[in-house]
């Protein structure tokens, strides 16, 4: 029997079915699969992307392990004198629709190596790309002119990535994106009505029933959300009350790297080389820590397809619980992380 269900922080509705819940495999999988051209990405080939604006390295060895570097094809233009005119994204627009299209976009090359998924990553490369998300939202806070970074990853073509070397993507925005402030909205209201952050008692919540989680360390938890929209769609939040990912110490990045290549590798080992989209969400720049927001983690891999159904009302069909996924994942092998990077 079908029924629906309501995210409380994005306030989005989903059917969720359960005649599926049996048969994962059934699902039409979108392998990643590799191309036989040159790619930027590679050690070698720094020379086909713009300079880099930062580089990461082992100690004790040569080379750049992780490289952040300027879209090549921006989404958003670094021209600054645009910045004075824009307003924050989802503000009433001028009558022709339209503000300047200020921001800055970049790519987190996440190896030298061409490798495909976050999974294949080795424990001192994925280290590195969650302290170099860390350092890039706090640099271009400190800019002061955005309100907001977004940071995502896109696996494979059917997620939205052009290319197959692993890697991320940053938008700075001087606005903030309506996803984020819908969110905020939730916190806010819900910290009036219960006086306690939505996202902690969620989490309790979570941790209290245990059917809808995959996995958990000392300070970070990876979940199966209630209102999953997605098979295998699964949500990694710190335990304890932290609202802007910026603060996070390096000694918490290497547990969060860790829990998230494992959560890729389980996915992938339980459904297929799927494609998948990673996004961070975080508090905007300009937002009080009162506001009771909770960095997060969603993991989507892309199983089913978004249809008219979706695109018609915003609600999502889910033919497989977020309590069976949870089972299958957690039943899938746990794959050593190799610690030092190899030729």
């Known amino acids: 029997m079908s029924e ?10 989903v059917i969720i079915g359960s005649d599926r819940a049996a048969r994962p495999n059934e699902f039409v999988e979108e392998p990643v699969r590799r191309q036989p051209i040159p790619c930027p990405f590679c050690a070698g080939n720094e020379h086909e992307t713009p300079d880099a604006v930062a580089t990461y390295s082992a100690p004790g060895r040569k080379g750049w392990l992780v490289r952040i570097v300027p879209n090549k094809y921006p989404a958003v233009t670094l021209d600054e004198s645009l910045c004075p005119n824009c307003q924050p994204l989802g503000a009433k627009p001028p009558p022709q629709g339209t503000i300047p299209g200020f921001g800055r976009h970049e790519v987190i090359i996440e190896s030298p190596r061409h490798v495909a ?18 350092d890039r939202i706090a640099s271009l806070k400190a800019t002061g002119q955005y309100r907001y970074v977004q940071i995502f990853k896109n696996v494979g073509p059917a997620a939205g990535a052009s290319l197959e070397h692993v ?21 806010c209201d819900y910290f009036a009505m219960h006086r306690r952050p939505l996202m902690a008692d969620l989490i309790e919540r979570e941790l209290a029933a245990g059917n809808r989680v995959l996995a958990h ?7 199966c959300p209630f209102a999953s929209r997605f098979p295998f769609e699964v949500c990694i939040a710190p335990l304890a009350d932290q ?14 790297s860790r829990l998230t290549v494992e ?12 494609a998948y989209n990673c996004i961070l969400h975080t508090q905007p720049f300009d937002t009080s820590p009162h506001d009771h927001y909770h960095w997060h983690i969603e993991i989507i891999p892309r199983l089913t397809k978004v249809a008219g159904f979706e695109w018609g009302t915003g609600c ?3 033919p497989l619980p977020p309590e069976a996924a949870a089972a299958h994942l957690r039943a899938s092998p746990v794959a050593a992380i190799s610690p030092d990077w190899k030729t």
Not at 4 to 13: G, M
Not at 217 to 223: E, G, L, P, Y
Not at 268 to 273: H, I, K, N, Q, S
């Open 243 to 256: 609202p802007s990912f910026e603060a996070t110490q390096t000694s918490e990045l290497g547990e969060l």
């Open 167 to 187: 890697h991320s993507q940053l938008v700075a925005l001087p606005g903030i994106p309506e996803v984020i402030a819908q969110e905020l909205a939730s916190c």
């Open 217 to 223: 360390t000392d300070r970070f938890v990876a979940f």
């Open 4 to 13: 629906y269900r309501q995210d409380l922080l994005s306030r989005r509705w």
């Open 263 to 274: 959560v890729i590798g389980r996915i992938e080992r339980a459904a297929g080389l799927v």
């Open 316 to 318: 999502f069909i889910n």
């Open 117 to 134: 998924s976050l999974s294949e990553l080795t424990a001192t490369e994925a280290d590195l790309v969650f302290q170099a998300y860390r």
